[in-house]
Every structure is written in structure tokens, then in C-alpha cells.
């Protein structure tokens, strides 16, 4: 008799399981996707200087509010995916040729350079030296992206290819790329220098590369000859707090370190 009263109420409790799982998926969803962050213009650091306020002029983007694209664009981790992975929808492939530079400890140091499409809007020669990000080369997408764009308005593109990065190109000595070594880029550096003597050269480095190019450019007064400014996209200033950082579980922070350490023993294993 209990059982038969008791029957009635077991639909009422399923429907509150669902809700809640509901409930709870939504939660997930809208945490994932970062769908309460609000849109701002972003936050600029900098002393007021002939510089900053041309670079300001010129570009408006700098000072306007953000607007991602709907639903997935708040979530660096679904950006990251798709674009870091996929990449854009028909990605260019611009065409350049490979250069091979030998070192003085034996190692090739290997570029790949990008001759432009159309005039500088300035009529003058300008190079871009460019530093790829940690165990990338010049066929990674958004290298290819950005080469093709810098050709089509007027910019010759020097890439370098980090050592042993590039899965068809052998050591030829016992190291591969590090963190602090400007060496391959020096020496990238030095051919267009030499082979274009007339030429400007803006110094560009992603993530790892602006470290590489930072570095480079204060080791010696000499190395910011013919250069007219150094652009540094998404660089990790400190390696230790940065470390402190791949540590923890929030935001999923600590999968990348996993990632990232995963594809660096791919490399190196691919040499031994």
C-alpha cells in the first residue's frame, strides 16, 4: 500500500534530476565559453611619444572596443583550437625560397624568405625579420597568414625556421633551438643586411620569437642598425611566473603545459 502512494511522486523526482543536469551543462557551457565576460577596448601602456601618438593615429583598432565573434569568440581556448589547428578558412600558402646558412658549430640554420607583391606604401624597401613562436617555422598557418598579408602590402618577409623544427631538415650538430640563443637569428639577420644593404627592417617575433628578438636587438647597439622598430606579439616576459602559471588547474592552464612539453619531446626524439 505504502509503495503504490509512494509511486505518484518518482516522476517529480526525475524531472528535478534533469533540471539540475540541465542546470549544470548550462553552467559548464557558459563557464567554458566565457559567455558573461564583457567586451572592452584594450587596456594601453605607454609613454606618451611622437611614436605612440602616430602609432595611435594610425591605428584605430587600438582604442575601440572588441567584439568577438558570437558564442565561441570569448574563449581563448576555442580560438586557440581552431585557429591554432585548423587554422583560417583557405589558408594562403605564399610562395618563398629556402635559405640555407651554415654556423660556426656546424649547425644549418635554415630561413625562408618572402619576396613582396606589390609597392611599400612608402616607396622604400622594407624587410620584415621574422621569429616564429616556440617549435614553429615558416609553414605553421599563421605564419603563412601573416606573410601573405605583409607581401600584398608591399613587405619583403625573412622567416626563420627554428632549429630543428622542421621535420625534413636534419641536425648537422649536436643542438637544436633554445629559449636565449639569438645565433639563427643573428645570422638570418646579417643575409638580408648583406644581400639588401638599402632595405629597412622591422623586427617582428611571436610568443618565444619576441623573446628572441628582444634579446637580440639589446645584446648590441650594432644589431638595431637599419631597423626601424621591433614588434613583439603575445611574449612571456618571465619564464618563472609564466611557470608558476602552466601549474594550475584553473582555466585549464596546466593542459597546455602538458602540450607543450608533449611537443617538445617529439622533437627532440625525432633527432636522436
Known amino acids: 500500500m505504502s509503495a503504490i ?3 505518484p511522486e518518482l516522476p517529480a523526482v526525475f524531472d528535478g534530476v534533469k533540471l539540475a543536469a540541465v542546470a549544470a551543462v548550462l553552467y559548464v557551457i557558459v563557464r567554458c565559453l566565457n559567455l558573461k565576460s564583457p567586451t572592452a577596448p584594450p587596456e594601453l601602456i605607454y609613454q606618451d611619444s611622437a611614436l605612440s601618438r602616430f602609432l595611435l593615429k594610425s591605428c584605430p583598432l587600438l582604442t575601440k572596443e572588441y567584439i568577438p565573434p558570437l558564442i565561441w569568440g570569448k574563449s581563448g581556448h576555442i580560438q586557440t583550437a581552431l585557429y591554432g589547428k585548423m587554422g583560417r578558412v583557405r589558408s594562403p600558402h605564399p610562395y618563398g625560397l629556402r635559405k640555407y646558412l651554415t654556423m660556426p658549430d656546424g649547425a644549418t640554420a635554415t630561413f625562408d624568405l618572402f619576396e613582396p607583391q606589390s609597392e611599400h606604401c612608402t616607396g622604400e624597401d622594407v624587410t620584415m625579420v621574422i621569429c616564429p613562436g616556440i617549435a614553429n617555422h615558416s609553414e605553421k598557418q599563421y605564419i603563412r597568414t601573416f606573410v601573405d598579408y605583409a607581401q600584398k602590402n608591399g613587405y619583403r618577409c625573412a622567416v626563420l625556421n627554428h632549429l630543428g623544427a622542421l621535420p625534413n631538415i636534419e641536425l648537422t650538430s649536436p643542438r637544436m633551438f633554445t629559449y636565449g640563443c639569438t645565433w639563427e637569428f643573428s645570422a638570418m639577420v646579417n643575409y638580408i643586411k648583406k644581400t639588401y644593404p638599402q632595405t629597412q627592417l622591422v623586427v617582428v ?3 618565444l620569437g619576441g623573446n628572441i628578438v628582444c634579446k637580440y636587438l639589446g645584446e648590441n647597439q650594432a644589431n638595431q642598425e637599419q ?17 608558476e602559471t602552466f601549474m594550475q588547474w584553473d582555466q585549464c592552464r596546466r593542459f597546455y603545459n602538458f602540450l607543450m612539453a608533449d611537443n617538445m619531446k617529439k622533437i627532440i626524439l625525432s633527432h636522436r
Open 5 to 7: 502512494l509512494e509511486t
Open 205 to 207: 617575433g611571436f610568443s
Open 227 to 243: 631597423v626601424l622598430c621591433c614588434v613583439s606579439v603575445c611574449q612571456g616576459y618571465s619564464a618563472l611566473r609564466a611557470q
